[in-house]
Structures are given as C-alpha cells and as structure tokens.
C-alpha cells in the first residue's frame, strides 16, 4: 500500500466512528471498533506499539502519554463530552497517522460549527487555525527546529499551552520507530529533507481539564505543502 492508501484508512476509521460513536459506551468500546475498523479497511498491524487507537475523554484529554505506557481507561462517554482519538494504521511498513477531537453533545457528535460548549468549539477552531498558520509558514528549507518555535509562540500567544510530553509538535513518518525525528528544539534537519511529517499539536487553556488535537501528514509537492 501506498501512504495515502494507509493515511486514507484512519481517515475513514475516524468518519465511520463518528457516525457510530455515542453516550453510554466505554472507551475499550470505541477502541476496538476503530481498531477492527482499520483492520477491514487493509491495515495489516499498528506501528505505535501496537496500539491502534488511544482514546482518552474528558479530562483525560490533557493526558500526553507515549503508546509503550498508554492503557485504556473504563470511562463511559457522558451525553456530553469530549474525545481524542489518535489513529497507528500500518500495512507492511507504510504507516498512517491521524487524531482527531470529537465532541458529544446530546448524546451525539457534533460538527464544530453547531458545538454549544464555547469553550470546547474554541479549541477545534484553534487547532483548525494552527494547522492554517504552519502551512503558510513552512517551505522546504523551514527546519524541524524553526516550526518548532513558530508554532509554539503562536500557541502561547493565543493563549494556550502544549501539552505533548516530549515538548514537540509532531514527526517524521518513516518505517522504524526510532528513526524519527521530531518538531523540536535543535533538530537542524530541513522538512523538505524528509519525505513526510505529522504537525499534532496537543494544546489547552492553562488551568483547563481539557484538551484538543488534531493531527495530519504533510508533504512537499514542488514545493508545495500539501497534506496527505
């Protein structure tokens, strides 16, 4: 498979549980569907420790833990409440990777635009808005290293914080775990030097028992950043 193929798999993953997701079911519930979800679409394995999905709720939502650590909790959706949902699809050694905030509110999901918790829809719009400003921001010679300090004054200066536990706002895709390298401080390396790279930003409001993220793979086409 290609990395779009892959890439496509935990897009519709994402689609297919927001159409299925709801009140009264348990995080192991919608784990396991978008996990059997990626398997049917041609997933073959996942390549983040093979976890799949990790999904936190509510105040789980600021939790930024690593897939080797990661353990599902047993909390039950409320009628209203918020969920992250962090995608690994592999097929051979061609991974995907994709999150995304889902937001319940009467028991269903809601798209960002009808969200009543203000609070909830200004974090989706934040992270709409930080995927809008990286990608008028970067080129190809724009190292790891400068997105990582651009990105990470605009989310201060909005008035956020990031939450991510190693410090960074995404990675290379590659095919070995430990041949990543990261948005973060002193990587010299230029984006356009890999062949594709995750921006994830994790982000809340200081003091907030809720978190946001939304993350992409993008790539360079003739200079061009695209997303995958």
């Known amino acids: 498979m290609q990395y779009v193929e892959v890439?496509?798999?935990?897009?519709?993953?994402?689609?297919?549980?927001?159409?299925?997701?709801?009140?009264?079911?348990?995080?192991?519930?919608?784990?396991?569907?978008?996990?059997?979800?990626?398997?049917?679409?041609?997933?073959?394995?996942?390549?983040?420790?093979?976890?799949?999905?990790?999904?936190?709720?509510?105040?789980?939502?600021?939790?930024?833990?690593?897939?080797k650590k990661y353990i599902t909790s047993k909390r039950i959706i409320d009628e209203n409440d918020i969920i992250t949902i962090d995608l690994s699809p592999q097929?051979?050694?061609?991974?995907?990777?994709?999150?995304?905030?889902?937001?319940?509110?009467?028991?269903?999901?809601?798209?960002?635009?009808?969200?009543?918790n203000t609070e909830w829809k200004k974090g989706l719009l934040m992270e709409e808005f930080l995927h809008e400003e990286m990608c008028k921001f970067v080129t190809p010679r724009t190292t790891f290293e400068e997105l990582y300090y651009y990105m990470n004054g605009i989310i201060e200066e909005k008035g956020y914080i990031n939450l991510d536990f190693m410090g960074n706002l995404g990675h290379s895709i590659v095919r070995q775990k430990n041949d990543r390298v990261y948005i973060e401080k002193?990587?010299?390396?230029?984006?356009?030097?890999?062949?594709?790279?995750?921006?994830?930003?994790?982000?809340?409001?200081q003091g907030s028992k809720y978190g946001y993220k939304r993350e992409n793979i993008y790539y360079f086409d003739n200079g061009v950043i695209k997303e995958l």
């Open 7 to 67: 890439q496509n798999i935990a897009k519709k993953t994402i689609e297919f549980i927001k159409n299925n997701i709801h009140s009264g079911m348990s995080l192991l519930e919608i784990r396991s569907l978008c996990e059997n979800k990626m398997l049917e679409l041609g997933a073959d394995s996942f390549w983040y420790w093979d976890v799949g999905a990790l999904v936190f709720a509510g105040d789980e939502t600021t939790l930024s833990v690593s897939g």
């Open 91 to 116: 097929n051979g050694n061609t991974w995907g990777d994709y999150a995304r905030t889902i937001i319940i509110e009467n028991g269903r999901v809601v798209e960002t635009s009808n969200i009543s």
């Open 186 to 205: 002193e990587n010299k390396i230029a984006l356009g030097d890999v062949s594709y790279f995750t921006f994830e930003p994790h982000i809340s409001v």
